[in-house]
């Protein structure tokens, strides 16, 4: 979606842009009005810290590590999370 908003800020109309790119103007409109799920906000904050344990290991940690380190800190995950 960014290519629709750098065409949309040189002044090309919504319309025109997304006809040129096939993509449905509800599909457009339910991605600038989308608010994230609980479950996509735990996410987002999950991977954050799963990001700083892998960052603090040197970039070592696996899936398995980071599981273990992320139950330490009370947040139960699997290992697809």
Do not use: C
Not at 7 to 14: E, F, K, L, Y
Not at 51 to 69: C, F, H, N, P, T
């Amino acid at each position: 979606m960014p290519i629709i908003q750098a065409n949309i800020a040189v002044g090309h109309r919504v319309t025109t842009v997304l006809r040129v790119l096939k993509i449905a103007r509800s599909t457009f409109y339910d991605w600038v009005n989308h608010v994230p799920s609980k479950r996509e906000q735990e996410n987002q904050m999950i991977q954050e810290m799963a990001k700083e344990i892998w960052l603090s290991s040197d970039r070592v940690d696996g899936y398995k590590r980071m599981k273990i380190a992320l139950h330490r800190q009370g947040i139960n995950v699997g290992g697809r999370r």
